[in-house]
Nanobody, 125 residues
């Protein structure tokens, strides 16, 4: 069973940076896609970024392109989300996800199989 453990959230001023980490365990991830989603109060869970474990190909939602970077460390089985130039609208609970998700379906959270517990990111203005 896949286990995902996020860390790195916190409170930061607008314009600041945070790095989220997601430690993955429980299986081989070479055939998997890893992703980050976020959910603000009252809103649906939103796709942020994804990386294909075997190819390192990455995709981002338009609102974070140029500010966020998803990456991974194979040796540590850990995925990162480096968030720069943070804005108040980035405030949300951020979730790590893993699954065998197609290229046409990664943006929809219901297509993902495994989730972490979430970490709060709060950006003050």
């Amino acid at each position: 069973q896949v286990q995902l453990l996020e860390s790195g959230g916190g409170l930061v001023q607008a314009g600041g940076s945070l790095r989220l980490s997601c430690a993955a365990s429980g299986r081989t991830f070479s055939n998997y896609r890893m992703g980050w989603f976020r959910q603000a109060p009252g809103l649906e869970r939103e796709f942020v970024a994804t990386i294909i474990w075997s190819s390192d190909m990455t995709y981002y939602v338009d609102s974070v392109k140029g500010r966020f970077t998803i990456s991974k460390d194979n040796a540590k089985n850990t995925v990162y989300l480096q968030m720069n130039s943070l804005k108040p609208e980035d405030t949300a609970v951020y979730y790590c996800a893993a699954g065998s998700v197609s290229s046409g379906g990664y943006a929809y959270y219901r297509n993902w199989r495994s989730w972490g517990q979430g970490t709060q990111v709060t950006v003050s203005s």
